[in-house]
């Protein structure tokens, strides 16, 4: 080293501490293991674990999937009355309430299977989504969405008729089959919201009165489709609230602004109150909370905030591609969210830095799909 | 180039087409002018109009602000009656309904003064926000927001009490402060809708009859503020809507919460069908449409929607860092939009992929702020 | 629908065109089918094809690698001499040069041994690398890269000598023990030099005097480093040429500033022209030629820019999640390359917009390891 | 409060600790100014000083550069001889060496007007470019580029020989129009180093011998195209290195490839170790070092890597719209940097996010041009 100059080999060739016991060597798939050909998802998942980069946060976020649906409290039968209010496994073991979180364009896309997937088989709590994720569910039990490319161009498919969504496109007729399916269906809410108003008079914006609300008015969606591809209708069967504060915020905001015209001088009423007060009740009653949010903006937001009232979530798993440097809440790293005390700070939490539908067809087969 | 092998040679030295009369060269700034010195607004957006990349975006921003401005139509004695509903400038001439949405985070930032400048001097007609856009321009007249650091830690931030947003925080104690201003104004919006539900019995529900929707709910927030640095204070003066179909999904939605408790048996009840109609047919009525929309999420879709009830919008400006890869609404560049109807085939438009902040204040400057 | 105001209705219940024949309809994975459980990778690519968004992006990336890989052309015998240049099969079949990019992050992650996986079974022809992706494959034989997190602190790793890279840290001796391994190879390498400047005098630049490359240089580590865990090891002993035109930009450009004092008057001199000729070369030589380009930035231009000089590749897959609005190669799509005559205007191509060590390993476990 | 659960009123309305003192509350621009009207580059810098998300880091940056800017030193007289080799003012007082990256798109860009502007006015010290940041500029002499679309498409772009830059075209006649520029001194520069050859013989190679390297090859080009709109002519005139390890990746390396043909036996020489010496000598020789950073890859690594040699810079200012969640050297915050020795621990240091031509222009004008 005498023929280096000083300042520069220094500055390189510093001496490092040793590396402190128990660090863990960066290392991939050993590919002369037989599972590493045409491995299944949890084969892939382990040899993802000590990768580095996104790699490492996809098998943490399986970790903290099977960690959240492992947990199990006291039996109900040892619980005082008001603390039955929370999430119990078949056999009367409290268990973790899990809210789960996407975005429209999930959706939209074939994704859409793997998320009826999962309130079928009542592996989630709660949902909450935005306007499309509502809309579109139906809409595909009674007309298909098609592939396209991100590049086809926007005026000659508005010729077409052809409404894209990413590489996706939706046939402007699907939604007015939509819309010939929603109008008798409005008819009879309205119907029976002026029913209550009759009956209840002046109580009838009371708290315990019927009122239509975005949850209420969504499970009736689900039971009136009566349909085994749709997500929402197993969230009716299987009494999965599906939250979505913004409703009108698309084509059913569409339908309902029609129907004003229609049901003059009457007009139905949501109201986004009683929703609050229920995905906070929720989030209250849980015996552990966790949350897997699949996007961001609002439905990101709105798990996180329910989690504030409990204090915190227990487990947290975001997928997305947003970044923090726009400050926005999309974008916010779990951390940001352990400031406002919408996750523990003690809480096991990744944030997978990926576009959903690359990487959770992975999680989930690795996960809630394994056995 | 007899030397050069053929292949080669005729892949990287092949012949190009006369580039088409009127292609316009690329250049930026003439430093050898005075102007280029501490430049002004206007003289930095002529100086990147030809720079490509970005800097001509932004400088196309401008010229489709200006020109939403500019446009004026008939005088509004010359318009039968039913047509006298859109925006007319203070001559009487038919001008743009102006749409601007921002996202919760541009509140909590200092371009709060850039957005109250815009409705302090009536230069948008609609706002739509999301529901953060709504209370932090409320809490931010009870006490500040501070500056802090991407980086600092969550857990030590929340054993502080502050909350952050970005490179940004919010004392608890600021929510606190909103906590006490709100619970005596909930009280008095209860105390009218009773009684209207009193007065107004089994038609309490119906169009026409007095009912909290999110836009009457913040307007009121406006009034009672009282104060010459809030936005929504400009808002209620001015008589610009805001809408915010998920109003709920914030600190406002943790007061309405609390608020069940204490109101019980009544409840305050915000619908959002009546809203949907509000902004649509504030669409339909507009005789030309601009869009300014900074952000994405729900603010974006939601005016892109409104403007689908008229065919399309006639200008748009997107300003966002979103990208079209992961098929979001929140990413879709306004070429998605021209497919649905929400931006005219033909409009001007154009997406600045920029953080807002970095770009907002300078162009505001050159358009809006010019004179 | 005569309630509904005709300028609304006219533009929200648009008919369309019929769908055109052949238009695929987005779907998912079945989940009723045994193979939705714990999925092996092809299952799960099978299960993404139509899934939309970037689900189907990796799908197609899928294909298209199997379709570059499966290419035959016709047998050596029935080949003119001067045509006997490309790549064969070991039946001496004409196949595709297939060109794989990486960037340095992905040696120091756990895909290092993905990578080797491919050089060791010659499942790639040439590889152009940056700087780091050298340097790091021969360190990790003498030292390992440990996990750490994104947000470990500057300052404090400094203090410790542990050198961050996204969530992995590499300890400072790792450099110091590559700077052992390095000095003697320097010196012997200068030596190799002086003597063939010795022995060609005048004529020692000359073509087809022996000069060190990059290329060069690169496969004497190989060599030297004898390790089977070493991606450049495998390359040496599979005569697969590693290009890395900015070789200095690292830990061996550091090593080489150090050489420059204790060599004086000597030094070595590393000669960029040769490989330029070398790789446009074996990109002009080839039959068919595809692209695997993992990551952004120098690696992918040069491949890009090599396949020009046959008139553009035959097969694309680009994984990364770099974006076009910034005007960077780096973020550019394939549509960009296909205008310079990069890649064939009917080449079969994709971007898969991820970061790479998400979606990477499940890829290979699909094709080229999948038997 | 008595009202509201406990659980969820704890942790909604905990109260915060005081607010440090020194604590700056977020603010933006005060509109009732006079300068807020098309303010000047500073005045808009001024405003957004405490305005948080990128606004503030725009500021910061502003002020980053006046301060490495302003810094002096001692006069050259009370410095003995061998430490005079850094940069001296004017006068003769020690300031800071200004280390400028940027990448080959901002030379595409109207933005090499403010590169050169830089140069033109030796207000930075030494340019670190990739290869296209080098012949473009060259090229640009010749014939423009034009301003184009980023949807163009790219096959009927190859039909009329237009390749494609982001939203910007560059005729492939350019490309022709540059290689009859380049083949003459192509010829002259493989003279004059077969000159050299004959002369040194055996020391052809070593230290001290005149012998291309990427930075002395460029200087060749900015004296030869002798043009006052270049950035290569103002470094050459100003004496203002200019580095490009990878020169060959790019059109001339095409022209270097092509005239290996043509120099056979000869053939010309670009050696990268004389280089990294030269810039890592910079580095070392520097009382001051301060990095401004435009973009990702290679330029921004090379200039980290040459200012460890000094034990990191001073002052650094990254401008990219690069993540860190990929792990990749493009995306590393300058903390990832001070991790290794890069920057210094307590420099001043700043990333913009941003895509450089939105916020560049008014960087500059606000500081570079401010007078």
Redesign the interface.
Known sequence: MS???N???????????P?PEG?????????SKPE???????D?ID??R???????S?AEACDIIEEMRAWRGKHISELEEHERKGTFDEEGYQKTTIFLGY????I???????LR?LV?HKMVDAIVA?A?GIEEDIIKCLA????SE??????E??E??????????V???N??KF?EWMVPLLDKMLEE??DN??KN????????TP?WT?SKFIDRLGKEINNETSVLYWCHKNKIPVFS??????SI??M???H??????????????????KI?TMS?NSFKAGMIIL????IK??IC?AC?????ADWAVYIN?G????????G?R????????K?K?DARNVK????????F??IV??TF???
């Not at 975005?103 to 999930?106: A, F, K, P, R, Y």
């Not at 991100?150 to 005026?155: I, L």
């Open positions: 023929d280096i100059p300042l520069a080999g220094d500055a390189v060739l510093m001496k490092s501490d590396v660090s863990l060597p960066v290392f991939g798939i050993d590919y590493s050909r045409n491995s299944t998802a949890r892939l040899g993802m000590y990768m580095g980069i996104q790699a490492s996809v975005t429209s364009n999930l939209s896309s074939g994704l859409r299977d793997t997937f079928q935005s499309g298909p969405t098609y592939m991100f590049a086809a161009k926007g005026s498919l508005r077409k008729g052809m409404n894209r969504i990413g590489n996706m496109v046939p402007n007729d939604y007015c819309e919201q002026n108003a009759a008079g002046k109580d009838a914006l009371d708290a315990g009122f975005p504060p913004a409703l009108t915020d698309g905001g569409d309902l602004f029609f004003t015209f229609k049901a003059s001088p009457h007009q139905l009423r949501i109201d986004i109150v009683e929703d609050i007060r906070n209250m996007g961001g903006g609002l937001h709105h905030n504030l009232m409990r204090n915190g591609s970044q923090e440097f726009d400050a926005s809440d999309a916010a779990p951390d940001e969210a352990i400031s406002w005390g996750i700070a997978v830095y990926s576009e959903v539908s690359v990487v067809p992975l087969s690795a799909a394994s056995k």
